[in-house]
C-alpha cells in the first residue's frame, strides 16, 4: 500500500541562464532510488529531491502558463534587480479549463501572498513543493517553475510608483525640469476645469518657484492650451438660455476627466458649449448637442480640493445638472476606469483599451455599482464589507446592452463603434493629448508584494493558440466598484472576487446618489481600462481608452429609440 502513496518531487536543472525546478506527484514505488539525493521529514515529510541529472517524464508542451517578473531588492547591498519566473502547469487527465484556470490562479495567489512571500531563492522552492502536497492544488501533476535573472541591459524599466498604487521603485524622469512643471500645470488646470485656479493656488499646489510657473503657463498661453482671465473675471452666464421643450436633451453624459469630457464631445454634432464661471463657488460647463437624433448633453465633474469634498461637489454638479435640463430620461457616466486583473483566466482579463459596459448582477436586485463604505471584521474574524449599492429601476439601457452582447457572439467581427474612435481620432489630432492607440507592450501588469518589492505579471495568453486582434477594443460586461477602504490591493481583489466586479472607478457613489436621489431610473456607466486601479492612474492610456468608452456609448445611442420623434 505504502508503494501507491504519493510523494511530491523535486527536479532542478539548468539550460544556459534558465534555471528549471520541476516539481511533480509521483508515486513511491515509480520512484528511482538512485536519482534521489534527499528525502525529507518532520513537518517536511513527502518531499523528495532528485540529482540534477535525473530523468524527468517528458509531458509534452504545458496546458498552462503564467508569467511574472519580480522586482527586488538586495537588502545588504540596495542593488535593484529583475528575476523571470514562469510557472508552467500540467494537469491529471479530464481536467477542464476551468478548473486549470481556478487551480493555477490559486496556486500563483498562495505563492505570492505579501505576508509570507519568501525573500529568497530557496524559500520559493519550498513554497512551491509544500503547495503541491496541498489538497487544493491535487488537479495539478507537474509544476515547472523557470527562473531567470535578468542582465541590467535586458530587464524592463521599474513601473514606477504611480502605476502600482504605492508599490515598486520611483520611476526616473529625466526630462528638463521645465517640461515637467508645465505637464503638472495642464493636469492641474485640466482636472480643475471648469473651475479657475490661480497662480498662488499653482504655485502652492505644485511646490515650484513662482517665476518658473509664470514662465511656464505663459508658454501654455502662447500654445492656446490655456486661457487666463482678465483681472480674474470671465463673462458668466448666469441662466442657460431657453430651450424649446421638443429640443431639450433627453440624455445626459457625465465625464470627470478632461479627456473624458473632450472624447465624448467629439461624438456629438452641432455642438454649443455654456460655461458658467465663478470666482467663488463651483463653475459648470455643459454641451449640447446631438448624437443621431437624440438631443444630448454632456458636463464635467471637478477634481478640485481634497479628495472627499471633491466627490461631494460631483454630487453637487450633477444635481444642478438634472436640475436644469430636466428633461433627462437616460444618464451615461463615460470615461475610464481600471481593471479587475485575472492573472491566468483569458477571458475575464480585461486588457487596457478594453471597453467595460455596465450590466446587471446574478442577484435578484440586479445591481451594476458596489460603492465600500466601510470594512470590518465579524465574530469570525472574517472580513465584511459595509456596501452602498445602486441598480437601475428602468432597464431600457440593460437591454440594449444585451443585444449588443448577442451580436457579438453571433458576429464578434460587429464593432460599429471603430469607426466613432477613428472619426473622434481625426477631430482631436490637435489636441494636446494623443488619443491613438497605445502601443501594447506599454501594458504591462504588476502585483504588489510588500516591503517595496512587485512583481509584472504577464497576461493570460488565449487558450485556443488563436492570435487575438490587438488594435480593437474588446466589449466587456460586468459590474462596477469603489471605495477607498479597499484601496489596498490584496482587499480589492478580495472585493471584486466577493462581487464579480469587472472594474474599479473613482468613487462615484456621490454621483450616483444624485441621479436616484432626482428620480432619474434609467443610467448606464461605460469606461474604457486605462490602468489595473481606478482609472485615474495611468496617463498614457487614458485618452484612448476615454475614446473608446465614448464611442461604445455613441453606438449605444445611436440604437436607442427617441419617443419624441412619434408624433412627427
Not at 487551480?103 to 522552492?125: M, Q, S, W
Amino acid at each position: 500500500m505504502a508503494s501507491n502513496e504519493e510523494e511530491v518531487v523535486m527536479t532542478p536543472s539548468k539550460k544556459g541562464k534558465v534555471t528549471h525546478i520541476k516539481i511533480e506527484r509521483k508515486k513511491k514505488m515509480n520512484l528511482n532510488p538512485e536519482d534521489v539525493v534527499h528525502v525529507a521529514g518532520g513537518q517536511h515529510q513527502g518531499l523528495v529531491i532528485n540529482r540534477p541529472d535525473a530523468q524527468d517524464e517528458d509531458l509534452g508542451k504545458p496546458q498552462l502558463q503564467l508569467g511574472f517578473l519580480c522586482f527586488l531588492v538586495d537588502l545588504k547591498t540596495e542593488e535593484h534587480y529583475v528575476e523571470s519566473r514562469k510557472l508552467k502547469f500540467w494537469y491529471k487527465e479530464g481536467c477542464d479549463y476551468y478548473n486549470q484556470v481556478t487551480t493555477a490562479y490559486e496556486f500563483f495567489k498562495e505563492l505570492v501572498r505579501p505576508e509570507n512571500f519568501p525573500r529568497d531563492y530557496v524559500g520559493f522552492i519550498k513554497k512551491c513543493m509544500k503547495q503541491m502536497q496541498s489538497p487544493r492544488y491535487l488537479l495539478a501533476r507537474k509544476v515547472d517553475l523557470e527562473v531567470e535573472h535578468l542582465d541590467a541591459a535586458d530587464a524592463p524599466m521599474s513601473p514606477g510608483i504611480e502605476n502600482m498604487n504605492g508599490e515598486g521603485f520611483n520611476k526616473r524622469d529625466d526630462r528638463p525640469i521645465e517640461e515637467i512643471i508645465r505637464e503638472k500645470l495642464l493636469t492641474l488646470l485640466e482636472s480643475a476645469y471648469p473651475n479657475v485656479l490661480s497662480v498662488e493656488d499653482l504655485v502652492r499646489i505644485t511646490g515650484a518657484d513662482a517665476a518658473m510657473v509664470q514662465l511656464q503657463l505663459q508658454e501654455l498661453l502662447d500654445r492656446q492650451l490655456i486661457s487666463s482671465m482678465e483681472n480674474g473675471e470671465v463673462q458668466m452666464i448666469k441662466n442657460m438660455p431657453v430651450i424649446a421643450s421638443n429640443l431639450q436633451p433627453t440624455i445626459a453624459i457625465i465625464t470627470y476627466q478632461y479627456c473624458e469630457k473632450m472624447a465624448v464631445d467629439a461624438m456629438m454634432e452641432n455642438k454649443t458649449t455654456y460655461v458658467r464661471y465663478k470666482t467663488e463657488g463651483e463653475s459648470n460647463v455643459y454641451t449640447t448637442g446631438f448624437i443621431g437624433e437624440h438631443k444630448v448633453v454632456t458636463t464635467k465633474l471637478s477634481a478640485l480640493g481634497n479628495f472627499r469634498a471633491a466627490q461631494i461637489s460631483s454630487g453637487n454638479t450633477t444635481t444642478r445638472l438634472l436640475g436644469t435640463f430636466q428633461a433627462i430620461e437616460h444618464v451615461f457616466l463615460v470615461g475610464c476606469a481600471g481593471s479587475v486583473p485575472h492573472f491566468t483566466d483569458f477571458y475575464k482579463h480585461g486588457r487596457l483599451g478594453d471597453v467595460v459596459i455596465s450590466a446587471s448582477d446574478q442577484s435578484d436586485k440586479g445591481y451594476i455599482y458596489y460603492y465600500c463604505d466601510k470594512i470590518t471584521q465579524d465574530k469570525n474574524g472574517e472580513t465584511q464589507y459595509q456596501l452602498k449599492t445602486w441598480a437601475p429601476r428602468d432597464l431600457e439601457l440593460q437591454k440594449l446592452a444585451e443585444k449588443v452582447k448577442e451580436k457579438l457572439q453571433v458576429d464578434p467581427s460587429f464593432a460599429p463603434w471603430e469607426q466613432y474612435i477613428a472619426e473622434g481620432q481625426d477631430l482631436l489630432a490637435s489636441q494636446e493629448q494623443d488619443y491613438t492607440r497605445p502601443p501594447r507592450s506599454s501594458d504591462r501588469l504588476y502585483m504588489g508584494i510588500g516591503e517595496g518589492q512587485v512583481i509584472e505579471v504577464q497576461h493570460p495568453e488565449n487558450p485556443t493558440g488563436v492570435p487575438t486582434d490587438t488594435q480593437r477594443p474588446v466589449i466587456r460586461f460586468g459590474v462596477f466598484g469603489a471605495g477607498r477602504p479597499v484601496k489596498q490591493e490584496m482587499l480589492r481583489h478580495d472585493f471584486a472576487s466577493r462581487y464579480g466586479i469587472q472594474a474599479f472607478d473613482a468613487e462615484f457613489d456621490q454621483v450616483m446618489e444624485s441621479i436616484t436621489g432626482n428620480r432619474k431610473d434609467s443610467f448606464m456607466i461605460v469606461r474604457g481600462l486605462a490602468d489595473y486601479i481606478d482609472g485615474t492612474k495611468n496617463k498614457e492610456w487614458q485618452p484612448y481608452a476615454a475614446l473608446a468608452a465614448a464611442a461604445v456609448t455613441k453606438a449605444l445611442i445611436m440604437s436607442l429609440h427617441n419617443p419624441q420623434l412619434d408624433d412627427y
